[in-house]
């Protein structure tokens, strides 16, 4: 018979940058599914004897060694626990045979919770992204009833005695999600308002220790003084299991003052959105010459302020206006465009830049009036790009 302790914790966080409804200080959010993950898995293989416990489950996926987007759950063990078999020899007595009997071992397999990875999804400049954990499980658990026989021969008298089995019920913790949240522009005045994605929190399971105790049948002798020995059952012990609590903290995107180059500063970020109006010519991908100066500003600020090594988004959006199919990839190439002058005229290092376009596919302000007319202020705001990170 094995006992066993557990494992411990972790949290998790991470910072990106847009999306859909309304959280903190006037931005957007978009609704995210729940998190779905590996549940807790019953591994190690029965054994001979008697075998209890929950079946085997599978995860989703290969066990994970490191998250790119979150941080790393730990995974959680709790061995095997083996009770080897009691053998009540055969033995004569009054002239009587009373049969050996073997009383069935336990085996219960060891807990894997598997490790898993908390999430903060890629958002765009001045957005914060979609935080989720995973659900988590740990397996019921149940050792069996036992059972030492009676006699009733040859002048001897034994009662059986008899422990009940014991369970522990599963256990399972829910996935939590809070979904991305984006700065947009206010209709009126020049203040930008802050933004919170909210703390989330995966809360402790615990299964508890299980025990069935040991059982005796006491010894006794008839008259001609033949005897039976006692006869002992060891207890059984399962040991609790443990998952801790996994959290994400709240971050923020602070309120900014619109300008010509707009500064979206928040907890470990920093991005510049640019109207793309600035940068380039109608319907054209190539920086304009008059937009080096303010390429040149941003490219220092982001040099001064990012973090060392830390990885450089460059967004392309585009307004409403034509179709998706022609304004998706001018984003890109728009994006494209403005990672080749950061690097061949900021001065940054083109491996730490990654260009991505979103189209039409998220815009800061509407593209058209409410009574359904064209606003161009309004896409001339969504036309932009947006140069952001990790500081």
């Known amino acids: 018979m094995t006992r066993t ?12 940058a847009c999306g859909v409804g309304t959280t903190g200080g006037g ?51 709790s061995p095997a626990v083996h009770a080897d078999p009691v053998v009540i020899p055969e033995a004569k007595v009054g002239g009587t045979t009373i049969p050996a009997v073997t009383i069935p071992g336990v085996d219960i397999p060891a807990v894997h919770i598997p490790a898993q990875c908390t999430e903060i999804a890629p958002a765009p400049g001045g957005c914060l992204g979609a935080a989720s954990i995973p659900p988590v499980s740990i397996p019921a658990v149940e050792i069996p009833p036992v059972e030492i026989p009676g006699v009733n021969a040859g002048g001897i008298k034994l009662d059986p005695v008899r422990a009940e089995g014991k369970r522990a019920e599963a256990k399972h913790a829910q996935g939590v999600s809070t979904p991305e949240v984006c700065q947009v522009k206010p209709k009126r005045g020049s203040i930008v308002p802050f933004v919170i994605r909210p703390f989330i929190i995966r809360p402790f399971i615990i299964r508890p220790f299980v025990i069935r105790p040991f059982i005796v049948r006491p ?5 001609q003084n033949e005897c039976l020995p006692a ?28 300008g010509k180059s707009e500064v979206l500063e928040g907890e470990g970020s920093i991005a510049f959105s640019i109207e793309a109006d600035v940068l380039f010519d109608f319907d054209s991908a190539t920086v304009k010459p ?26 392309g959006h585009t307004d409403a ?26 001065g940054l290092d083109r491996s730490r830049l990654k260009a991505r376009g979103y189209g ?25 790009v947006v140069v952001s990170t990790a500081t």
């Open 321 to 346: 206006k034509g179709e998706d199919a022609h304004n998706q990839p001018l984003s890109e190439r728009r994006a494209q465009a403005v990672v080749d002058w950061l690097a061949d005229e900021g």
């Open 231 to 258: 006869v002992e059952v060891p207890a059984v012990e399962v040991p609790a299991v443990e998952v801790p609590a996994v959290e994400i903290p709240a971050a923020e995107l602070k309120a900014y003052e619109v």
């Open 360 to 384: 039409e596919s998220k815009p800061v302000a509407p593209n058209t009036k409410a009574d359904g007319s064209d606003d161009p202020e309004g896409r001339a705001k969504n036309r932009r």
């Open 27 to 77: 931005g957007e959010e978009r609704q995210t599914p729940a998190a779905t993950g590996s549940a807790g898995t019953v591994t190690s293989p029965a054994q001979a004897g008697e075998t209890t416990g929950s079946p085997s489950a599978t995860p989703t996926g290969p066990e994970p060694t490191h998250c790119p987007n979150g941080e790393l759950i730990p995974a959680v063990d």
């Open 290 to 315: 008059e937009a080096a100066a303010e390429l040149r500003r941003v490219a220092r600020e982001i040099g001064k302020k990012a973090g060392k090594d830390a990885r450089i988004a460059v967004d």
């Open 219 to 223: 010894g006794a002798c008839n008259k």
């Open 5 to 16: 302790l557990l494992v411990t914790p972790l949290l998790a966080i991470v910072l990106a």
